[in-house]
């Protein structure tokens, strides 16, 4: 396979609850209205994420997986995942609050659905004045206590909002009641999933005057009904560095501030890297490839790369890999 980095075309989605930041904060194009989401990298049915530079333009990532295999995801993530590609990765623009909603485990959802489960992470782009998340409940709850709030239409009392500034990282494991609240322009790493059970959605009706249809009766036994306070996560932000943000089972997360040339070796990761530029510009260099990403851009860096050299005189990345 070519060493070099893949660019994908976006994926647009248009939601209920889409603003215009995607076009005026991150520059992507497009024409609808309303756009909440741009899927950068994704193999969901239907979705599959198209190169569009480069020796591989034309072909889709499931294209590349099953030609190259190993070359693109790394043996590591094929002796785990088998063909298919673990995570999705999206920008998110909420001018509405999103519905409140929960994920299944990746046993429920393979009980369910025969999909992975969705345990996702948010990284706080920009953000509205006053702007906050739904994470979890304030206290512990009970299955009974969730029925009757739903009932009585008071969910969003037992609820526990968090304010959030630029810069914020969170973790949202499977089984958190969580919403994306009015305002705010996010980074999304996740498993790959499109499985949402939506519990409440503040009554709203789509464009056709319609309710949106709920979960209610599917999220009971996908719940986690205790109180956490751990959501957000602590990290350093050291200069030309890959400073650790989330690391666990389902992904890798680092953020990296990069104000001059640095070298990132890749030859023992044994995985594909994505990176997503969150701020300024940068050039991504591999031994017989270069690409320019700027903000609200994401490449992917195949896993038969050994090294890696990112320049910039001042920009932000998330790096992610398995």
Not at 32 to 50: A, C, M, N
Not at 187 to 211: C, H, M, P, W
Not at 260 to 273: E, G, H, T, V
Not at 283 to 304: D, S
Request: charge should be negative; hydrophobic fraction near 35%; glycine fraction near 8%.
């Amino acid at each position: 396979m070519h060493r070099s980095p893949l660019k994908f075309q976006p994926i647009y989605k248009e939601r209920l609850w889409g603003g215009e930041k995607l076009k005026t904060s991150l520059g992507k194009n497009y024409s609808e209205d309303g756009v909440g989401e741009s899927w950068e990298i994704s193999t969901i049915k239907g979705d599959v994420s198209k190169v569009i530079e480069g020796p591989y333009s034309g072909k889709n990532l499931e294209d590349l997986i099953a030609e190259f295999g190993p070359s693109v995801l790394g043996s590591g993530v094929v002796s785990r995942f088998g063909s298919a590609f673990p995570v999705l990765i999206k920008y998110i623009d909420a001018k509405l609050d999103l519905s409140i909603q929960v994920h299944p485990s990746d046993a429920l959802a393979v009980q369910r659905h025969q999909s992975f489960g969705k345990n996702e992470m948010w990284f706080i782009m920009d953000h509205d004045p006053d702007a906050a998340l739904i994470l979890g409940f304030k206290e512990d709850c009970s299955k009974a206590s969730y029925q009757r709030s739903i009932e009585e239409k008071k969910l969003t009392s037992l609820l526990n909002y968090t304010p959030v500034e630029k810069g914020d990282a969170f973790m949202i494991e499977t089984g958190t009641m969580h919403a994306i609240g009015a305002g705010i322009l996010l980074a999304e790493i996740q498993q790959t999933s499109d499985i949402t059970y939506r519990v409440y959605d503040f009554d709203r009706r789509d464009k056709n005057g319609n309710l949106r249809e709920l979960h209610t009766d599917l999220a009971v036994d996908a719940i986690n009904y205790k109180a956490k306070t751990d959501y957000k996560k602590s990290y350093k932000r050291e200069q030309n560095a890959s400073n650790e943000l989330i690391h666990n089972q389902y992904f890798k997360t680092n953020f990296l501030p990069v104000n001059q040339k640095m070298d990132i070796k890749l030859a023992d990761r044994d995985s594909f890297s994505i990176y997503m530029c969150i701020e300024g510009e940068v050039v991504l260099r591999t031994e017989e490839g270069q690409l320019p990403m700027k903000k609200g851009e994401t490449l992917m860096i195949p896993a038969c790369c050994e090294q890696l050299e990112l320049q910039s005189s001042g920009a932000e990345l998330l790096e992610i890999y398995i």
